[in-house]
């Protein structure tokens, strides 16, 4: 079936576009015809114009066994120039069948026919072919579109793919800390650590997950971080339960408190407190990481892997409807996502 035919509201438009169409040919009939009136031209025309509204839907598969590419236009004439005849043909003949009917009502009106029928004929033909036209265009746009969707899913793919290494190195450095000063925690964060990398691959082979599941592996984060870092780390979690079902991009937030832990927390002798919050707003979702850090530690590049990547998902994902939102003072660090809220 033809795409346009499975949505009644587009049909309903197609149709009743085909009505001035068909008005148009009527205007040309009795215009060729020389004496025909408008009224009875306009009569004759209209059906004509419903039949070839279907017969304009067939190049849709033509086209589609067809492909339009550089190098086949005897091809393309061989296939499109017997079905133009052919449509054409199908919708004099009905005219001509229209005309004598309507005779009885109109004396003359099929010789009258007879004498616009080259005219309407090529009328017929051009609309067929221009119908042709537009079918190419839209299988164009829409072979666009579908190469657009695939390449950003190729690069959303890419950019996840980054993630668990990058979390991985700085774990493993963390580890490698801890083992020669307190070797029970760094036994107790590779425990932590296998559990939340099993946990985000789970995640990770699916596009979006619910708000809940991810905050959920972002905490199996946190524990490990809390092995390495124990009190110095302190953790204030202000989550809007409406939250909790909006689907969010796998593995989005868990960056983001990485990167809280790694400038902020880590960098400071007495430690810090990391402010998670998550908000509902209408059909956006506000989400944020604040932390504090220490303006006299050595400088590190604050925008690394992990926000780069976070904010190229998200332009891949939802386009100029999200955005991050990077606020720095002078002991404070605050990252905030606005994105649109979808629930499964």
Same mark, same amino acid.
């Given at each position: 079936m033809h795409p346009l035919l499975l949505y009644w509201r587009r049909s309903l438009l197609y149709f009743a576009a085909w009505i001035e169409? #068909?008005?148009? %040919? #009527?205007?040309?009939?009795?215009?060729?015809?020389?004496?025909?009136?408008?009224?009875? #031209?306009?009569?004759?025309?209209?059906?004509?114009?419903?039949?070839?509204?279907?017969?304009? +839907?067939?190049p849709h598969f033509v086209c589609r066994s067809v492909p339009l590419r550089a190098g086949a236009w005897k091809r393309l004439i061989r296939q499109h120039l017997p079905a133009t005849v052919v449509a054409s043909a199908i919708v004099m003949l009905v005219g001509r069948v229209e005309a004598g009917a309507l005779s009885s009502v109109w004396p003359g009106l099929d010789t009258l026919f007879a004498k616009a029928t080259p005219v309407l004929t090529i009328f017929v033909a051009l609309t067929y072919m221009l119908s042709t036209a537009l079918h190419y265009a839209l299988l164009e746009i829409e072979s666009s579109r579908r190469a657009e969707l695939l390449a950003r899913e190729a690069q959303l793919k890419a950019l996840k793919a980054q993630i668990n290494p990058h979390f991985l190195f700085n774990s493993l450095n963390s580890i490698s800390a801890l083992t020669s000063i307190d070797p029970a925690r760094a036994r107790e964060m590779c425990i932590g650590l296998a559990d939340f990398l099993r946990a985000s691959l789970r995640l990770g082979e699916r596009d979006t997950v619910p708000f809940g599941e991810e905050l959920a592996l972002t905490n199996m984060y946190l524990d490990v971080e809390q092995a390495r870092f124990g *009190?110095?780390? &302190? +953790?204030?979690?202000?989550?809007?339960?409406?939250?909790?079902?909006?689907?969010? @991009?796998? %593995?989005?937030?868990? @960056? +983001?408190?990485?990167?809280?832990? *790694?400038?902020?927390?880590?960098?400071?002798?007495?430690?810090?407190?990391? +402010?998670?919050?998550?908000?509902?707003? &209408?059909?956006?979702?506000?989400?944020?990481?604040?932390?504090?850090?220490?303006?006299?530690?050595?400088?590190?590049?604050?925008?690394?892997?992990? %926000?780069?990547?976070?904010?190229?998902r998200l332009e891949a994902r939802y386009g100029s409807a999200a955005k991050m939102q990077i606020d720095a003072t002078e002991r404070h660090y605050q990252v905030t996502l606005t994105f649109p809220a979808r629930t499964s």
């Open positions: 169409i #068909g008005v148009i %040919l #009527g205007v040309i009939a009795a215009a060729a015809a020389g004496h025909l009136p408008y009224l009875e #031209g306009i009569a004759l025309g209209v059906p004509m114009m419903f039949l070839l509204a279907f017969v304009c +839907l067939t *009190k110095r780390l &302190r +953790l204030v979690r202000d989550i809007d339960p409406a939250c909790e079902t909006c689907e969010v @991009p796998a %593995l989005l937030i868990q @960056p +983001l408190v990485e990167n809280a832990v *790694k400038h902020g927390i880590a960098m400071m002798a007495e430690g810090g407190e990391i +402010l998670i919050s998550g908000h509902r707003d &209408r059909d956006l979702l506000r989400f944020s990481v604040a932390n504090p850090f220490d303006p006299e530690a050595p400088v590190q590049a604050r925008n690394g892997i992990g %926000l780069r990547n976070v904010r190229a």
